[in-house]
């Protein structure tokens, strides 16, 4: 893709922008792909070294890192570190974006797996070459790997002890860079072996600086402007985009990422776009990861689970048929639009009446936080964030069917879930009512009216 000047128009994903000089060149971001978060990696080396020194049998680097930190000079470094606070963090902006993720939980955890995962990630071919190598990309094995990343995000925001230093989700995010740090350390060792196995060249070294700030956007910029806005007209404030930006710009610096990408909303949102543009491509490892994941979602037990009709049409829905047609996804017919227009509705109206009423708000993001908190961080499978699926030569994710029908016990309307025939129901009560704001989803956002005819890349 050629690179973009200043005043281009660009639509990507169904979004459009204009490039400015805030935006990052290829050139500017290109490094980064052969960087990546040394001191977690020395503290990585130690921590094994530490582990065949005294012969411990246990596995868990956290524990091995706690029990060490204090007499050793990286470990030690590397706890100081994890454990400071910046001088631009201010815990009550945390706790207001903390509460962001469950006051519109519905449509941002809809919104993370059909876009953030189903897009953003599939089509960034250096994230994808790592995960189609640790098996956890496997059909079978995909939920699983969703809910420890949900688990995760549950953890660092259920409250604000919990992201301090020493709290559940902190802890749990530096087992998580770790975690990125053993990723890496592996994938290099069989690289030595078999120059051929990952191509560090073309994707970088293993989970690099580039795709981490990538997957940082991911996280807290794409739901407030790749998914929400695609939903409807939910109401989202610019105080609640800056409060949810500064969460993860905290998560970034304990996970050693560069964090001052992440300073303002308005950085953030450049960051993402300037992602869009230099690493939003689909390869076959995309489409093999997008085939997964509708074939693990289309499978989901019993009220959780959508036919891949639904998973189409509200993947075309918010991404546009340019990249879905990529990613081989198939074209459903109009019910399944109309079951995914219900689920706008739905979130749409709860978001409203939840502007409105502030008790009722309070109710939703407590009601979210206590059950996902239950259902997902308290479940008996809960991760610690080891290291369970390491990559062997010769064993690289492919496509997998589940292994029955995906539309096996269904008894509905073409194939449809039980919440989806709910959700039509819902376009049916109450669609005309909101139908007026709904129809803006389709059209330029408003700082694209009324200019030319602008640069439309490809997907
Ligand atoms: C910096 C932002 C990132 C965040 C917040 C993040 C978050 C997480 C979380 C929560 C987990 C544990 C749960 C799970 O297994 O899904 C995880 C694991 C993993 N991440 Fe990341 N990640 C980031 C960046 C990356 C990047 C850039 C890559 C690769 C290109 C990557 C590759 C992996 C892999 C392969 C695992 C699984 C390892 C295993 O369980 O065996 N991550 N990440």
């Known amino acids: 893709m050629p690179q973009p000047q200043i005043g281009d128009r660009i639509t990507i994903c169904n979004y459009t922008f204009t490039w400015t000089k805030a935006h990052l060149s290829k050139d500017e971001l290109e490094p980064f792909r052969q960087k990546y978060d040394q001191l977690g990696a020395a503290a990585l080396e130690r921590i094994q070294t530490i582990r065949q020194e005294t012969n411990t049998k246990s596995t868990d680097l956290y524990e091995i890192l706690y029990d060490n930190h204090a007499n050793d000079p990286i ?21 207001r974006g903390q509460q962001f993720f469950y006051r519109y939980a519905l449509a ?44 995760w995000l549950i ?20 087992r998580v860079r770790l975690l990125h740090a053993s990723v890496r350390n592996r994938l290099l060792q069989l690289c030595q072996r078999r120059p051929e196995y990952f191509d560090t060249e073309t994707y970088g070294i293993p989970v690099n600086t580039l795709d981490s700030i990538h997957s940082i956007s991911t996280f807290c910029c794409n739901p407030m402007w790749l998914q929400l806005p695609k939903f409807g007209s939910i ?40 992602m869009l543009v230099h690493e939003v491509r689909t390869t076959e490892t995309s489409r093999v990861v997008a085939y997964n994941f509708v074939e693990c979602v289309t499978n989901l037990p019993g009220v959780f689970r959508v036919s891949s009709g639904f998973v189409a049409a509200g993947s075309r829905w918010i991404n546009g048929d340019g990249l879905c047609d990529e990613l081989r996804l198939e074209r459903p017919g109009l ?65 997998e069917a589940y292994g029955t029908s995906s539309t096996a016990g269904v008894s509905g309307l073409v194939g449809m879930g039980l919440a989806e025939m709910v959700f039509i129901g819902v376009l049916a009560g109450g669609g005309l009512m909101v139908g007026g704001s709904l129809t803006q989803d389709r059209q330029l956002p408003e700082e694209s009216k009324g200019e030319g005819e602008g640069i439309s890349y490809k997907l």
Request: glycine content about 8%; charged content about 15%; hydrophobic content about 45%.
């Open 155 to 174: 953890q660092v925001t259920h409250c604000i002890k919990a992201i301090q230093p020493g709290g559940q989700g902190h802890t749990a995010t530096v």
């Open 75 to 95: 470990l030690s470094q590397f706890w100081t570190e994890v454990h400071s606070v910046p001088s631009w963090v201010n815990w009550a902006q945390i706790a």
């Open 335 to 399: 019910v399944y639009y109309l079951a995914f227009r219900g689920f706008c509705v739905l979130v749409t109206c709860l978001a409203r009446v939840q502007r409105v009423i502030p008790a009722f708000d309070a109710v939703v993001v407590d009601l979210f936080r206590t059950q996902l908190y239950n259902g997902i961080v308290q479940r008996k499978s809960r991760t610690k964030f080891d290291f369970k699926y390491v990559p062997k030569i010769g064993s690289k994710t492919g496509k």
């Open 235 to 274: 109401p989202v404030t610019p105080g609640e985009v800056d409060d949810y930006i500064a969460v993860f710009r905290y998560l970034a610096f304990v996970l050693g990422t560069p964090t001052s990408y992440f300073e303002t909303s308005e950085k953030a949102k450049c960051v993402m776009e300037s």
């Open 108 to 151: 941002n955890i809809v919104g993370f797996a059909l876009q953030g995962f189903m897009a953003e990630n599939s089509a960034a071919p250096g994230v994808v070459e790592v995960l189609v190598r640790t098996g956890g990309f496997s059909t079978r094995m995909l939920l699983g790997r969703l809910l420890e990343t949900f688990q």
